[in-house]
C-alpha cells in the first residue's frame, strides 16, 4: 500500500517560530494527504513530554492525537561535528534520526548527557574531536534499536554532508565503518533525484523528500514528501521500506527554488547595491567581485563536480511541485496564501479533491474543476502538474527563486 510521509520538520523549540500545536499540523496533514508526519525536536525534553502528554500510540511505533487519523512518528535533527584529520575547518552535517519509541528517546538522552552534549534547543549539537570519536557516537546511537534510522539531511545544501563548505569527495571521509549503516538521504529542496543519482556515493542509496517546515502552514507541511511502498502503517514497515529503497515517488522543489541553488551574494548585503549572481563562469577563488567577500558554493555547481556521468541514472520517480496554496496565489496575482480570495478557492478545490496530493495525482483536473474555479487558475494547476514552471531568477545566498508559471516562454 502507499503511504504519504514527510518525516523532517521542527516545532516551535528550534526557533525562528511561535509554538506550533499538533492539532494544527493534523488539520494542514489532511488537507496535503500526508499519512504519517515526523514530530520534529523529539529528542529536546520539553518536546519529548509534549508529545508524550499529547500523543498516543496508534499502531506500532506511530502515534496520533486522541481520536485522530493523522500519525506522528518520533523525529529528531542533530547536527554533528568533527573535525578531519585532512581538512582545515570542522565537518558540520545536519541528520535525521527516527525513533521507534520514546524509551528509545530516553536512551538517547542518556547518551547525550554521557558526552556531555547540551540538549537545550530544538536541533542540538553532538560534537566530537576527530573522526573516530564521530563513528563511535554513531554507533552508539544506532545501537540504541535495530529499528533507529540515521538519515543525513538535505546532503547539498551548505550543512549538508555533501555541502560545499565541507567540500567532502566521498561519504567515508565522515562516517568511516559507519557508512554501511547510512541506507538513506534527504534530497533536501535545492536538489532532486536527477542531480543526485550521478554521484557515486549516492546513485545506490534511498532517496527520501521531507518538507523540513518550521510552521503548520499550507505552503510549508509536505512542501517535499516521499510515497513509500508498505506492507502495513507501521514504524517498522516505514523503515523497511526507507531500508530497502521501497519508494513509490518523491514530490520535490525544483531545485532552482532552493535557497541555495546558485551561487552569488544578494543585494542587501555590505558593500553590495544590488545582487550579483553566477550561472556559469564562477570565479575559481569563489570571491564576490562586488564586495571581495568570499560566496558559498551553490548547490547546482557542487552537485556538478560530484558527479560521474558514466553512471546510468536509475528510474526513480519523483515530480517537481509547488504547494497548491501558492499556485492559487500566483493564479489570482497576489503575494499572500493568506488572502481570503484564495482561501476561498482552496476550499472548493478542497470540497472536490480529497487532498492535495490526490489533486496532483488526478488525471481530471479540468474536468472535475471546470466552472467551479476560474479556467485561468486551472491552467496554472494543470502547468504545474505538467511541470511547466521556471524559477527567475533561482534561488541563491539564502534566496527562494522567484516562481513563474506558464506563461515565461
Ligand atoms: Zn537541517
Ligand atoms: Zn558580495
Redesign the pocket.
Known sequence: MKLAVDLHSHSGYAGGVGQIELTEVSRTMKLKGIDVFGSGDCIFPPRTEELKHELKEVESGLFALPGDKSKFLLQTEVILTTKLAHKKNKTIAHHIILFPDFESIYKMQALMNKWGMKNTIGRPFITSNYQKELEDQLFEIHNIHSLLEIIPAHVMTPDGIFGSKNNLDELSEFYGSFLPNIKAIETGLSADPKMLEKIPDLAELTFISNSDCHSAALNRIGREFTILEVDQVSYKSIIQAIRQNQVNMTAEFNPAEGKYYLT??RSN????SSE?IFSNKIPQDLI??????K?NLGVRERTIQLQDNSIIPTTRKYMHLIPLIEVLAASQNLKSITSNKVRRIFDIIMNIFPSEIALWQSDSIQVMLDKRVPQKTINQILAVQQGDFVFQPPGFDGIYGNLIIGDYK
Not at 288 to 293: D, L, S
Open positions: 552569488g551574494h548585503r555590505k558593500g553590495h550579483i564576490c567581485p562586488v564586495c571581495n567577500k560566496m
